[in-house]
T-cell receptor
Framework: DAKTTQPTSMDCAEGRAANLPCNHS???????VYWYRQIHSQGPQYIIH???NNETNEMASLIITEDRKSSTLILPHATLRDTAVYYC???????????FGPGTSLSVIP | SAVISQKPSRDICQRGTSLTIQCQVD?????MFWYRQQPGQSLTLIAT?????????ESGFVIDKFPISRPNLTFSTLTVSNMSPEDSSIYLC????????????FGPGTRLTVT
């Protein structure tokens, strides 16, 4: 079973920040938080990952709480092309299985 | 990053037949993964394929139904055997990047319809 819980769906206005929450209360010390997204009819795409520090790349920012039991993916300026299902995944590194939960369906609205 | 291609991109098959899906990667990778995505659902891991050894199947998936080959470090096949309409899904292969991120790269998927 997936080790994370996410809201089923969210809406975000175009140009605004999209904040996608994820709970992972049973995360262990050597497990990372990964985020992927799946745009309709495509394979999932890696977005970002982190262990305990906040991370930022060209796509998004990842904020992980100090106790590591939850995190938030931030898309700073959402566009219509960001409409997708976003998956929060907890996994170890190097050949660990990636188990997908239901994810959050994000709709960016004009 | 790894570039993955799958063949066929889609197919319509009759029940009782089998279909073999090919996955080709543009670089050598140790682990390849096969997923199934049923209509409107999330991805479900079928098996993990390591070159030179038998695939490891997840609960609910068996080798007789989903035989996997992994003949080298850039190629794998998944066969869906004795198909029924319940096998209608998108089948995706993925590989793990051995750089610093350990993220997975996914192929575009094979859309299978069983009539």
């Amino acid at each position: 079973d997936a080790k994370t819980t996410q809201p089923t769906s969210m809406d975000c206005a175009e140009g605004r920040a999209a904040n996608l929450p994820c709970n992972h209360s049973t995360i262990s010390g050597n497990e990372y938080v990964y985020w992927y997204r799946q745009i309709h009819s495509q394979g999932p795409q890696y977005i970002i990952h982190g262990l305990k520090n906040n991370e930022t790349n060209e796509m998004a920012s990842l904020i992980i709480t100090e106790d590591r039991k939850s995190s938030t993916l931030i898309l700073p300026h959402a566009t219509l092309r960001d409409t997708a299902v976003y998956y929060c995944i907890v996994t170890g590194t190097s050949y660990d299985k990636v188990i997908f939960g239901p994810g959050t369906s994000l709709s960016v609205i004009p | 990053s790894a570039v993955i291609s799958q063949k066929p991109s889609r197919d319509i098959c009759q029940r009782g037949t089998s279909l073999t899906i090919q996955c080709q990667v543009d670089s050598q990778v140790t682990m390849m993964f096969w997923y199934r995505q049923q209509p409107g659902q999330s991805l479900t891991l079928i098996a993990t394929a390591n070159q030179g050894s038998e695939a490891t199947y997840e609960s609910g998936f068996v080798i007789d139904k989903f035989p996997i080959s992994r003949p080298n470090l850039t190629f794998s096949t998944l066969t869906v055997s004795n198909m029924s309409p319940e096998d209608s899904s998108i089948y995706l292969c993925s590989v793990e990047d051995r750089g610093t991120k350990y993220e997975q790269y996914f192929g575009p998927g094979t859309r299978l319809t069983v009539t």
